[in-house]
Structure formats: C-alpha cells, structure tokens
C-alpha cells in the first residue's frame, strides 16, 4: 500500500477574491468565477502557482545575495527552476541573474551534445554538455511538486466553499470627459470577504510500487545528478514537509487576480488529519 499524510486547508478571504473561469453562455455572466458543479472553488493548479511561487520566493530569499555574486556555489543544487522549456524574455533575464537554474527540471536527462537549443536559441528541453550548474539535477520545488517527467511527492487539493458569487460592475472612464465609455460597463463575479474554502492535501510518504520515500533521494539514472539538493539539507522528512510544504502553504497571502483593485487577500490553516 501507498504511505500517506493527510492535511486539512482550510482558506478564508482576507478581502473579495477573484478566480476567473470561463463565460457561461447560459448565464450571460461574461467574467464568472472559477466553480465545479455548482459549488466555488480555487482550483488545485491555482494553489500550486500560489505555491511553487511561495517556494521560489522562500529559496531565492534565503540563498541568493548580490553579496555574493548571486548563488552560493555549495547551495547550487537548492537553487529553484522555471519549470518550461521556452521561458519568456524576462523569465530568462532572472536565469542570468543567477536567481533560477539555467535549465527546467525535467526527466529523464537525454544529455545530447549540441541539442540543447532550438536554431533559434531556444532550448528545446534537452541537456547539452556544456549546460550549467547542476543541469541534471531535480530542485527542491521540482522534488515535491514533480517535474517535467516525473511525479512529486505532493497532491495540492483543490478547495471548495459552500457560498453564492457576488456580482459588480467594471467600466473605463474617458480622460476627456470624465464619465464612463460607452459600451465599457462589464460585469463581473467575485468571492466576498469571509469565505471560507476547504480541501484535503495528499503527501506521499513511501510509494508502494517504486519505494521511493520523501526525504530520501530517488535512485534515478540515465546520467543525471537526480535529487542532490538532500544532500544539502540535513534534516529529517517530517522537518522537510513543515519547511517545504506547510509552512509556505501558511505564508501564501495572495490569491487569484485583479490584485491592483484590492483583491486576492486570505489567510490559510493547515492542519493533520487522524
């Protein structure tokens, strides 16, 4: 049988929330939030963004400084990825900084020379000779939350509350004249104050099939370096989940979208289930 930890996430909006899903023509609601079936919901993938952005946030703040002209070379193997093979124009400036990993975790490692990147320039999610640091090792976020290829230890749950949408008005105000554009006033849902959603969080602890256990490196081949970040952090698995997972989960402040109008503000509780 599979070994696993359960949590309770409990999440309550600090201020109106706004996870957007897709017009319902019956409706007529042109900006709905996101919901499954009839219930509201924030949906796993959403709070494995808020997530992986937490962790990312967590590992650059702890081991990049300037100081120290970027990574620390003996905490290569903790620096965090961008998990795609194309990133954008900007994602790639913060690799040359020093801040990400030059390459996306991926599995298995194909290690062909010259392949690396595209006749464009663009890397193509092969590994090349020349590629460094550390490209054929997994990064702590990749190792939890799963890479390109391979599975993490992690099931982030989607979270439902038992509430009705509210609905509000959005419009552009023409400079000239200082009154709305015509055509301009759109509707839209949100998710009031207060709401309280809930989910179950899965983690892994020992895989009946590969016995690969959390806190432990996996014996991966095909030429790579697989989970040498362990090596750098020297504690125990129950102490890695409380660092890695439920803690960041705790410190997510921000959720879902129209930020700039004051949206996205929750606090969340994690809590073991029996």
Not at 57 to 62: A, E, R, Y
Not at 78 to 100: A, D, F, H, R, V
Not at 127 to 155: E, Q, W
Request: hydrophobic content about 30%; charged content about 30%.
């Amino acid at each position: 049988m599979i070994a696993e930890k359960r949590y309770k996430v409990e999440l309550e909006g600090t201020e109106p929330l706004r996870v957007g899903g897709v017009k319902d023509p019956r409706s007529g609601i042109e900006n709905p939030v996101t919901k499954v079936g009839d219930r509201v919901v924030i949906p796993g993938p959403s709070l494995k963004g808020a997530l992986r952005a937490e962790l990312e946030q967590f590992l650059i703040g702890t081991y990049h400084t300037e100081a120290s002209s970027g990574w620390p070379k003996d905490k290569l193997a903790l620096q965090p990825c961008i998990p795609t093979p194309k990133p954008t124009t900007e994602e790639q400036m913060l690799i040359n900084s020093g801040k990400y990993k030059p390459e996306a975790c991926h599995y298995p490692c194909k290690y062909e020379e010259r392949r690396g990147r595209d006749q464009r320039g663009e890397y193509t999610g092969e590994c090349t000779k020349d590629a460094k640091p550390n490209p054929h090792s997994i990064c702590p976020i990749c190792y939890f939350l799963g890479a390109m290829g391979l599975p993490g230890f992690v099931r982030v749950p989607f979270l439902y509350a038992e509430i009705s949408p509210e609905e509000l008005y959005s419009a552009r105000i023409d400079r000239s004249r200082g009154t709305v554009v015509d055509g301009t006033n759109r509707p839209y849902q949100l998710i009031p104050v207060g709401t309280k959603f809930s989910g179950e969080l899965v983690i892994t602890i020992e895989g009946s099939v590969t016995g690969w256990k959390i806190g432990e490196t996996r014996p991966l081949g095909d030429k790579t370096l697989g989970d040498k970040w362990l090596q750098e952090e020297k504690v125990d698995a129950e102490e890695l989940i409380n660092i890695y997972i439920i803690e960041r989960l705790k410190n997510i402040k921000i959720l879902g979208g129209y930020k700039s109008k004051g949206f996205g503000g929750v606090k969340i509780k994690v809590t073991p289930m029996k």
